[in-house]
């Protein structure tokens, strides 16, 4: 016992010396300085993700409201002769209407100046009212109309009047004609309507984004009929039924490769065989669903696998111990508590479809679409593909409804995430 006294008190001699302290400082130092790393990578990304934000909302929230001047406009009955109600020249009802309003003006240079105060939309919200109610034939009315966007960019701060006229696009004589409203309480800002409930337009007081919202709605729809049903079937054959051979080796690690794959290669697919061979018309929800089908069908097949491999082996045993096929197995008990992940993993497969716009400038969706589709074969854009086309519009108006846009897009990304988040945690299982 006497010969192992010495070697046990080197060893804790070993264990108590300077140079054991020094490591043990040294390991403790290392772990807080990566502990420390790790929390001010967090931190790092949280101020990123608000100062994204932050740019996105300063610049779109003004986008929710929109410029409106109030006009009183006589309807002429001989404007309206014509038995076509909507063929009446509204417009000149607008411009009789401003110069009513400022008859001081005499030149023709001011009467352009003038008339560039109200948007080319007034006239259209004359036309809806003589259609609406054409008992306003021959009386006079006060309507409230759309602001030209130099007027709403002015109205919301956005140009500043002390440059020199040469500067701005708000000239001296209008920015008098602005305050004189403004006096008289017949311009202000009002809840931008139109931006929800239009389609595209050239002009930016015009432009809305339900033609957008609508074809990503068919086009999303078109997404999931195809991809669900062909990647939850592929799934289960793979991970209940296929053997384990080279050929379905080669499928998987296709599978696998193809999550990998750049967007803008199923568009030139789509483009290639459903439009070249196929003969599909462009520009199409159709077309869009069926290329992002593709995009999405590698994400939904390993999300559904890994929601399949997570079903205990005792639940196949079990059902096939009292008799059930390995059909009855799959469909009656290993398929609706695979199920949940299942359609996590959908969720997510649409929300990256939603946000993609490479594929769908393949196959022409990245068009100027004013009207709204009403099918899913009519033309038709997405969402992000309109963000796309008013990000590169050279108006300063079209900056805020860019900005806006996004913010709409970001929401429907995260209410689609968080429905993920929460079929997860409320039919997640522990076994």
Same mark, same amino acid.
């Given at each position: ?246 050929? +379905?080796?080669? @499928?998987? $690690? ?7 794959? *750049? %967007? /803008?290669?199923?568009?030139? =697919? #789509? ?27 590698? +994400?939904?097949? @390993?999300? $559904? ?7 205990? *082996? %005792? /639940?196949?045993?079990?059902? =096939? #111990? ?110």
């Amino acid at each position: 016992m006497s010969s192992h006294k010495p070697a046990a008190q080197r060893d804790i001699n070993h264990l108590t010396s300077p140079a054991a302290y020094n490591r043990l400082k040294r390991r403790y130092l290392a772990e807080n300085i990566f502990r420390q790393t790790g929390l001010a990578a967090i931190l790092l990304a949280v101020l990123f993700l608000f100062l994204l934000f932050g740019a996105i909302i300063s610049n779109g929230y003004t986008a929710f409201e929109q410029t409106f001047i109030k006009i009183d406009v006589f309807f002429d009955p001989q404007d309206f002769s014509n038995e076509n109600i909507n063929a009446a020249n509204y417009q000149g009802l607008v411009k009789k209407a401003l110069r009513h309003m400022f008859p001081g003006v005499r030149s023709r240079n001011d009467k352009k100046a003038l008339y560039k105060l109200a948007s080319p939309g007034a006239s259209f919200v004359l036309r809806d009212a003589v259609v609406d109610n054409p008992g306003l034939i021959g009386t006079t009315r006060s309507i409230w109309v759309p602001a030209n966007d130099d007027v709403d960019m002015y109205m919301k701060g956005y140009i500043d009047s002390s440059l020199p006229q040469a500067e701005r696009r708000i000239k001296d004589n209008q920015l008098l004609w602005i305050n004189n409203l403004s006096k008289h309480d017949k311009i202000k800002k009002k809840f931008n309507s139109t931006f929800f409930i239009s389609g595209d337009s050239r002009e930016p007081e015009l432009a809305g984004i339900l033609g957008a919202v609508k074809g990503s709605f068919y086009t999303l729809l078109i997404t999931l009929s195809l991809a669900f049903p062909i990647g939850v079937g592929a799934a289960v054959y793979l991970e209940e039924f296929a053997g384990k051979n080279k050929w +379905t080796d080669l @499928i998987e $690690s296709n599978i696998n490769n193809l999550a990998a794959v *750049p %967007s /803008i290669v199923f568009g030139l =697919l #789509g483009l290639a065989f459903f439009i070249n061979i196929w003969g599909l018309p462009r520009s199409t929800p159709l077309i869009g669903g069926m290329v992002l089908t593709l995009m999405t069908l590698p +994400t939904i097949i @390993i999300s $559904s696998r890994a929601s399949l491999k997570s079903v205990p *082996p %005792s /639940i196949r045993e079990a059902a =096939l #111990g009292i008799g059930a096929s390995r059909m009855q197995m799959v469909i009656h008990h290993v398929l609706p508590l695979a199920l949940p992940g299942m359609l996590t993993g959908t969720i997510i497969g649409m929300a990256q479809a939603l946000g993609e716009t490479a594929p769908l400038l393949m196959i022409g969706m990245v068009a100027f679409i004013v009207d709204i589709p009403g099918k899913l074969t009519d033309p038709a854009t997405v969402l992000p593909v309109q963000i796309y086309l008013w990000a590169d519009s050279p108006e300063r108006a079209f900056t805020e409804k860019t900005a806006a846009a996004i913010m709409v897009l970001l929401t429907f990304l995260i209410m689609m995430n968080s429905v993920a988040v929460f079929y997860r945690k409320r039919f997640e299982r522990k076994w």
